[in-house]
């Protein structure tokens, strides 16, 4: 792929994703292991590929069961590819070995979707935010709580010192959240992970979240994954954008080209959802057909072909591939110029 930019500026890439796939194997019962011919498998992720250039926002964009988390968790290593690469600065994490990739993780952090679940309900948030300086071994007690003290301010939680003893259900939602986004940066890294960081919290506060994580993200020179199924927050934050449905990417690109000029019909549905603010204006909904076909066995051809308005014969034999139809813009649709007429 090219090199993207990013205002006035040349970005190169950063993150590295080829050819990524993870297949989880179908657990069964005991005689079902047996009398089967063969495994099944769900295929999460198949076959994807991208770049995130350093200091951009990346979203991964779909509905629930598109394979976006696995991505993410695929990308920091938090569980094993079935093949497929992901080189972190032209290092691959898949060839690093248990210690190498330990302490190669302290440049790497994740968002993850819930705060509540992913904070110790025991463990105090002062404590839950020094915890990883402490794995690390790199600040004393006491250095770690000045430490602590400071991210818990840059974050938005003051005064700190009235956060600092507190526990996470003492806590509001967004309070939460500012704290798993403050224990992700306490190691100072390069590239962080965000899960759907505002999917459990008010609508109230999403666009509080969001514009921290964009003055962070200059501050801290932060790279991030944004995985979201809300294509509105996506606009507000990402650089670039990729939809991905059923373990595919089906389109990619800046923003701009997304929203201004979508050309993969799933995009078009996508964004067809989005609401208006405007109580008279009554946008047309394109609705895809059915429902998501089942990860174990997919569709053969586009996977998308079955709930396409568009699909065709040669929607249901044969995959189409990435295509570029400009610099930044990439579609995987047969009927490409069909949908630019009726565009």
Do not use: W
């Not at 988390?69 to 994490?93: A, C, H, Q, W, Y």
């Amino acid at each position: 792929m090219p090199l993207a930019r990013i205002g006035r500026y040349t970005m190169t890439a950063f993150v590295e994703v080829r050819n990524l796939k993870k297949y989880f194997p179908v657990q069964k019962g005991l005689l079902e292991t047996i009398l089967a011919r063969k495994i099944e498998y769900v295929r999460a992720v198949d076959d994807i590929s991208f770049e995130v250039e350093r200091g951009e926002i990346f979203g991964l964009a779909g509905e629930s069961g598109s394979g976006k988390t696995t991505t993410g968790r695929l990308i920091l290593r938090l569980v094993e590819p079935t093949e497929g690469k992901v080189l972190f600065d032209k290092v691959n994490l898949f060839s690093l070995k248990k210690e190498e990739l330990r302490n190669f993780r302290r440049h790497m952090q994740i968002i993850f979707q819930d705060p509540t679940a992913s904070l110790n309900p025991r463990m105090k948030v002062g404590d839950a935010v020094r915890h990883p300086l402490e794995i690390y071994g790199v600040a004393s007690r006491e250095e770690g709580k000045k430490k602590v003290l400071e991210v818990l301010e840059r974050v938005g939680l003051s005064p700190a010192e009235g956060f600092y003893e507190k526990y996470p259900h003492q806590l509001s939602g967004g309070q939460r959240q500012r704290v798993v986004i403050g224990r992700a940066l306490i190691l100072n890294p390069e590239f962080i992970v965000a899960d759907e960081p505002v999917a459990m919290i008010d609508v109230s506060l999403r666009a509080q979240i969001m514009d921290l994580m964009i003055s962070l993200r200059h501050e801290f020179n932060l790279t991030f994954l944004y995985i979201t199924h809300d294509l509105a927050t996506a606009k507000y934050i990402c650089n670039k954008i990729a939809i991905m449905y059923l373990g595919k990417i089906v389109e990619m690109g800046f923003k701009d080209d997304i929203f201004d000029t979508p050309m993969h019909p799933y995009s078009l549905s996508l964004l067809s959802a989005i609401p208006v603010p405007n109580p008279r204006l009554k946008p047309q909904r394109i609705i895809p057909k059915g429902e998501i076909p089942s990860p174990i066995n997919p569709p053969s051809g586009c996977r998308f072909h079955p709930r396409c308005l568009v699909a065709t014969e040669e929607c249901s034999q044969e995959e189409p591939k990435l295509h570029r139809i400009s610099p930044n813009h990439y579609v995987a649709c047969h009927h490409l110029g069909e949908i630019i007429k009726q565009k």
